[in-house]
């Protein structure tokens, strides 16, 4: 069974752009899970996706949005990107929602300029 | 304020060694915590604990949650180099579908 797979896996945007973020989860599952991972801040919840709809939300900026589609694949976007938006993007996917034995995919390194 | 604890922030020890890392909740509504190691990349599942006092165990990794008092621990026999990563404990919270947060991480370093 194929993993999660993320795309880009880098990406190098100025201050000011957007940027939008793709997740495939593994075959069958519904459940997506955003994270965002800096040194500083380690690993931090961003949202989390199930049955298209946002069942749940971190505590970042309402630049921060994402959507899933009804192929439970997800995207993940960022507007008006601010420098210290640059980390690395992890999606995670499980089979049910509450973010219950989840698997991460490589993430995408987002550098912002 | 939910907080995830994770402890030591790192450890050295060498081949062989057993080791034990801690991880400390105080969250509502607890539903599960999970362990994962990181390693070059993304995160790996180890275990997901929802259950006071029940070991779960994969190799030389167990782990095993105490809910009472609100901590679970990883532990790790026969250390080998290829064990060297982080640790990251995620607690699995709320009423509805769940939020998570996840602890700052263990950086276990085995030498030769």
């Known amino acids: 069974k194929a993993g999660v797979t993320q795309t880009p896996r880098y990406l190098i945007k100025t201050r000011g752009q957007q940027v939008t973020l793709s997740c495939s989860p593994i075959?069958?599952?519904?459940?997506v899970s955003w994270y965002q991972q800096t040194p500083g801040q380690g690993l931090q919840f961003l949202f989390e996706?199930?049955?298209?709809?946002?069942?749940n939300k971190g505590n970042f900026p309402g630049r921060f949005s994402g959507r899933q589609f009804s192929n439970s694949r997800s995207e993940m976007n960022v507007s008006t990107l601010e420098l210290g938006d640059s980390a690395l993007y992890l999606c995670a996917s499980s089979f049910s929602s509450g973010t219950y034995e989840q698997y991460f995919g490589p993430g995408t390194r987002l550098t912002v300029t | 304020e939910d907080k995830v604890v994770q402890s030591p922030l790192s450890l050295v020890v060498h081949e062989g060694d057993t080791v034990t890392l801690n991880c400390s909740y105080e969250?509502?509504?607890?539903?599960?915590l999970l362990w994962y190691k990181q390693e070059k990349k993304a995160p790996t599942f180890l275990f997901m604990l929802t259950s006071s006092g029940i070991e779960k165990k994969s190799g030389r990794l167990s782990s095993i949650l105490d809910k009472k008092e609100l901590f679970s621990i990883l532990n790790i026999t026969a250390t080998q180099t290829g064990d060297s990563a982080i640790y990251l404990c995620a607690v699995v919270y709320n009423t509805n579908a769940g939020k998570s947060t996840f602890g700052d991480g263990t950086t276990l370093t085995v030498k030769p």
């Open positions: 996706y199930f049955s298209e709809t946002q069942r």
């Open positions: 969250v509502t509504n607890f539903r599960s």
């Open positions: 075959s069958g599952h519904r459940s």
